[in-house]
């Protein structure tokens, strides 16, 4: 922070974007999204102009936050600036971040078509760049689409393919979103207790992994099983938690995953009643990230319930 505020004063453009451009994955999962897009953000206003790798690299972190916060007009912008900027430098690497995260764009607002064409556009850079750990995140990315099409057969291929180069890597990040986003493809199948295996694996491992924001999605997985399986309360408690956490990091949640969950919620709340929801809701979101975990994967389930004043 000290060296950002200092490049800034001095009105260092290329050090105020290197910086931003290096840390930009860390504030993204340290969930510090509001700080990092306000130091790119600056970096960017300092040299508008310029043409660099650095600049190109503040403009792909920019539009994570932007992204991440929900702001898809904003990150659209930017990383279609990032694109053309690294098309003229004509740096390879640089060009499949930017077609990737053009493909988040699209996806979150539902546009598959254009989301699969941004996605297969960076797949086949990356694997020109044999760079494996994006390899896998397009081809997670893939199954996403795949799952939301109701594709199930195509999705499994593909998060069992990024499974393996994420398990090789050792990558317990995208371990662990993979495994989760398998459970999804069992739950939507009505597998519910592979979907809770798969789910119970996923969240295991967020204690060891560094993607913060992550953990909330982790949540929900489970708020979503429990209220198919008419475990109102739980679901209640589990959405609450999740709500916390999201709103801890200003975490937006895209608009397909919002959609989904809210069919859950309505049934849980119509089971249980409005005022008991929320009242379970409350408890979840009091609860703390460990707590929200263990309460999750059923651990300590009695102090949990003295702490929580619920059975």
Known sequence: RAALAWAVSENDAEAALGLGGALYRFWATQGYYEEGRRWLE????????????????????????????????????????????????????????????????????????????????????????????????????????????????????????????????????????TLGNLGLVAFVQGDYEQALALQHEALTLWRQVTNKPWLARGIEHFALIAAATKASERAARLFGAAAALREQFNASLPPNDREFNARYIAEATALLGAERFAAAWAEGQAMSSDEAIAYALGEDPARLSRAHGAA
């Not at 990356?126 to 896998?136: E, H, K, P, S, V």
């Not at 939301?148 to 994420?166: I, K, N």
């Open 42 to 177: 600056t970096a960017l206003d300092l040299a508008p102009g310029a043409r660099s790798a650095p600049r190109g690299h503040a403009l792909l972190g920019a539009g994570v936050m932007a992204f991440f916060q929900g702001d898809y007009d904003r990150a659209e912008i930017l990383w279609r600036e990032s694109l053309s900027l690294f098309r003229e430098l004509g740096d390879t690497t640089g060009i499949a971040y930017s077609h990737g995260n053009l493909g988040l764009v699209a996806d979150a607002q539902g546009d598959y078509e254009r989301a699969i064409a941004s996605y297969e556009e960076a797949l086949a850079l990356f694997r020109q760049l044999d760079d494996r750990t994006f390899i896998a995140f397009m081809l997670n990315n893939l199954g996403l689409i795949a799952y939301f099409q109701g594709r199930h057969e195509r999705a499994t291929a593909l998060y069992e393919e990024s499974l393996a180069l994420v398990r090789a890597l050792g990558d317990q990040n995208s371990i662990a979103m």
